[in-house]
């Protein structure tokens, strides 16, 4: 069965330092990638999206950036924090084809100080 | 652009009653809907997923039902118990990239 992992579950950063999250997939191959932030008082909004290695399309502009360096992994940066990046940071995977299920990972919460 | 919009923002019943969370979205090009529960400060769980073609879903308890063409969704959640109590969204797909398009969510109380 498919699993998807994120991590850290939880991290606070001041602001001007950088920043990775990582979330790998397992058990499937060539997944669509996603990471989604979800603010406080705000609904989930779509950051990045990748169809595959090295691949990624960005959907607003922001501070941060995304990468995905091999097939099941996608990493989420940025070289300087602000407050405003603060949030739940979800990544999500989808099978390549078809509409088919968005599986979310369970989540890490970034607070900037 | 897409939107999606859930009401009622939030919702407290009492055990055993059965209750309907509402979704709107205004193109209704989409190719599924998926309804997701999310605990306090956990990510989302799946609970079900209806595709453009389909009418009406399924599961235990659950039951979700899609009018594409007047842009509505309904969840209905029968029987509910204290477990139940979770932020309930929905969110669209409307392209071939898998990208979702989320409501602000339906916070749900169910009380002993």
């Known amino acids: 069965s498919q699993t998807i992992h994120q991590w850290p579950a939880t991290l606070v950063q001041p602001v001007g330092s950088p920043l990775s999250l990582e979330c790998t997939v397992e058990g499937t191959s060539n997944p669509n990638l996603y990471w989604y932030r979800q603010a406080a008082g705000r609904g989930l909004q779509l950051l990045f999206y990748s169809v595959g290695i090295g691949q990624i399309s960005s959907e607003v502009p922001q501070n941060l950036s995304a990468s995905r360096p091999q097939d099941r992994q996608f990493i989420l940066s940025s070289k300087k924090l602000l407050l405003s990046d603060s949030g739940f940071y979800l990544c999500?995977?989808?099978?390549?084809?078809?509409?088919?299920?968005?599986?979310f990972g369970a989540g890490s919460r970034l607070t900037v100080l | 652009k897409q939107e999606v919009t859930q009401i009622p923002a939030a919702l407290s019943v009492p055990e055993g009653e059965n209750l309907v969370l509402n979704c709107s979205f205004t193109?209704?090009?989409?190719?599924?809907l998926q309804w997701f529960r999310q605990d306090p400060g956990k990510g989302l769980t799946s609970l079900l997923l209806?595709?453009?073609?389909?009418r009406e879903q399924t599961s235990g308890r659950l039951n979700a039902s899609l009018d594409k063409s007047s842009g509505r969704s309904t969840l209905y959640i029968a029987a509910s118990q204290p477990g139940d109590s979770a932020t309930y969204l929905c969110a669209v797909r409307g392209d071939s990239y898998g990208k979702l398009t989320f409501g602000q969510g339906t916070i749900l109380t169910v009380h002993p």
């Open positions: 193109d209704s090009a989409i190719y599924n």
């Open positions: 209806i595709q453009s073609s389909q």
């Open positions: 999500a995977w989808s099978p390549d084809s078809g509409a088919n299920v968005l599986t």
